[in-house]
């Protein structure tokens, strides 16, 4: 079996987030159950990879990945190279798994597939929900209906990552069948590391045994960061520290910050600009709990990253793998709640009084459940399924 994953940007450009980290762990997942798992994309976001890189196929953690230049740096990514490889790219192809939904480049690829016959799952990642929907609105239910929903129809597959994403789905009307695959753990370096994480804390400056709240990933209105002020302002007599990792996207960090500050908690607040994918199990370790108060995430790829190496998380219930949490997570992963300033501060009022992390239990069943072999696993039955049942291939030439 050969499957072409296509995402306009890939890794490295981890700045695009989660469905970056989230497509590269399941490409690497692949290809470690022997599958011939290659790669369509571009160079957007990465100005370092030289110029010979471009256009031919590089290894990068085993996987077959070829990166097209951009026709320009900046604005909807576009790339002519790319489009004139497609012929080639997708001889012998079996399968295509695409993540492009609002992006130009993905629908004359997924029509090219097409055209050969060759069944498409599409990775939806929260595009489709009610919070992606509402941004730019004008410009894309337009889009939606001229673009997007023809080739969702004729998919062979919806790739949800989470029931919460599946069922945001209603009211669109797409028949296409829906395919459940959560995001992959990379357990290489995701696991418990006490030493790690007093380590991490030690060369940042941070105390070794005062309780340290994490907030990980970009800074964007989507994250709902501004709840956390008037959470955390009464609990101000408690010692506690937390920590930014992640790139302000657009202004919220900087509010957040402000907001701290004016609540007399500026001195709490530490910031450290993106990570590298490979620095994020100390971040992890060194964290007793995970904050992620989103206005909507269709599936939150830092709870269980954080999860996995043992610290509690305490996350909105707009969090898609929250379902998962509530039905069948060990009771000390920490809570799932209504985004109320009012009822987090009481929760972490109640936590401070006896701060702890989520511990092994939880780290187990989190690598057990999201593991790059168990997802990459269930993505091998979910091709199968498709190649056995798609019509598309069997009007191949």
Avoid at 260 to 288: C, K, Q, S
């Amino acid at each position: 079996m050969r499957v072409l994953q296509m995402m306009p940007v890939y890794a490295p450009a981890w700045q695009y987030g989660g469905p970056v980290l989230s497509v590269s762990r399941l490409a690497e997942g692949l290809v470690r159950q022997g599958i011939d798992t290659r790669v369509l994309t571009t160079n957007g976001g990465l100005p370092q990879l030289p110029p010979e890189q471009l256009g031919r196929p590089l290894l990068r953690n085993g996987v077959r990945v070829t990166y097209f230049p951009v026709d320009r740096p900046k604005g909807p990514i576009h790339s002519k190279a790319l489009l004139a490889a497609l012929p080639t790219a997708l001889e012998g192809v079996d399968l295509l798994h695409i993540s492009a939904i609002w992006q130009p480049l993905g629908i004359p690829v997924q029509r090219a597939a097409l055209a050969r016959g060759i069944p498409v799952l599409a990775s939806l990642r929260g595009a489709l929900g009610p919070y992606s929907r509402r941004q730019g609105w004008w410009k894309k239910i337009p889009w939606y209906f001229m673009r997007e929903r023809p080739l969702l129809q004729q998919a062979a597959g919806l790739h949800v990552t989470t029931r919460q994403e599946e069922r945001e789905l209603a009211g669109l009307d797409l028949r296409s069948p829906r395919f459940l695959l959560p995001n992959p753990l990379d357990l290489q370096t995701l696991r418990p590391d006490p030493a790690l994480g007093l380590r991490w804390r030690a060369q940042r400056g941070l105390d070794a045994t005062t309780p340290l709240l994490l907030v990980c990933g970009r800074q964007h209105h989507k994250k709902g960061l501004d709840l956390l002020p008037a959470a955390m302002a009464p609990l101000a007599n408690r010692p506690w520290t937390l920590l930014l990792v992640g790139a302000d996207d657009d202004g919220s960090g900087a509010r957040l910050r402000a907001n701290f500050g004016r609540a007399g908690l500026g001195d709490r607040l530490h910031w450290i600009d993106t990570l590298p994918a490979e620095d994020l199990a100390g971040v992890y370790n060194a964290a007793d709990l995970l904050l992620l108060p989103s206005r909507h995430e269709n599936f939150g790829n830092v709870v269980v990253e954080a999860m996995a190496c043992g610290a509690a998380v305490l996350i909105s219930d707009r969090t898609g793998v929250g379902d998962d949490l509530i039905e069948a997570a060990p009771a000390d992963f920490g809570a799932v709640l209504p985004r109320h300033a009012g009822i987090w501060s009481r929760w972490l009022a109640v936590w401070l009084q006896a701060p702890r992390r989520a511990g092994l239990t939880t780290a187990a069943w989190a690598a057990q459940r999201y593991s790059q072999e168990h997802v990459a696993l269930d993505a091998l039955r979910i091709y199968s399924d498709i190649l056995q049942n798609s019509p598309t291939r069997a009007r191949r030439p």
